[in-house]
């Protein structure tokens, strides 16, 4: 006989929220939802501003840790930050202010490798617990018509670096070496295991 009823573990409720996101990002919220987390969103406003002879990690990891413990002032619950830098050559790629902004990031990225980092920080019952997520990504050559496109797409306005590998710009990503979904916003294998030193049951109910 077969049984066709899903176990209570597997369900997801997103009407009971286990985690505050510090962010706006429907990314973060959706990789989270992947994994049975429901959170509740408190979006934060800090001061992004790299500082002086700030390396990228420094950087990232600085920004995840503030969002975490902005959003746990707003919460009851354990809060996740996290911050996602593109860098190439040891700069700091950040949204692009324009076409052309845009254009010249993706000139720089194609043919070539470039690194992506990851910081996550979440505030709970056994601290303030951090970490950064390096994955590298490798671009093949990419046409002037398809930079044109791609913007005209509308997906790169509010990415870092200029490109979403879960979307349209996936065409463009010849390898990848680390992990796909720190990339688009949240490495989950890792912030799996650092919600459960907080206590924070996935799937709906089971800290696994």
């Given at each position: 006989?077969?049984?066709t009823t899903k176990p209570d573990a597997a369900r997801f409720d997103a009407?009971?929220?286990v985690l505050c996101l510090a962010s706006a990002s429907p990314r973060r919220r959706d990789l989270l939802a992947s994994i049975g987390v429901a959170v509740e969103?408190?979006?934060v406003d800090i001061d992004e501003t790299p500082l002086p002879d700030e390396s990228a990690a420094a950087y990232?990891?600085?920004l995840a840790c503030e969002k975490a413990l902005v959003g746990a002032s707003l919460s009851t619950l354990p809060t996740l930050g996290s911050d996602t830098a593109v860098v190439c050559d040891g700069e700091i790629l950040g949204k692009p202010e324009g076409s052309e902004h845009a254009a010249s990031m993706l000139r720089r990225l194609a043919g070539r490798a470039h690194e992506v980092l990851t910081a996550v920080t979440v505030s709970g019952p056994a601290g303030v617990m951090t970490f950064?997520?390096?994955?590298?990504?490798t671009m093949r050559e990419i046409a002037e018509d398809e930079i044109a496109a791609y913007w005209a797409s509308g997906e790169p306005a509010d990415k870092a670096g200029g490109y979403a590998i879960q979307g349209l710009a996936?065409?463009?990503?010849?390898?990848?070496?680390?992990?796909?979904?720190?990339?688009?916003?949240?490495?989950?294998f890792e912030?799996?295991?650092?919600?459960r030193r907080q206590g924070v049951a996935l799937w709906g109910g089971v800290l696994v």
């Open positions: 006989m077969s049984d009407s009971r929220p969103v408190h979006p990232v990891s600085r950064c997520v390096s994955t590298r990504v996936a065409v463009f990503v010849e390898r990848l070496e680390g992990s796909h979904s720190a990339v688009v916003g949240l490495p989950l912030t799996a295991a650092l919600l």
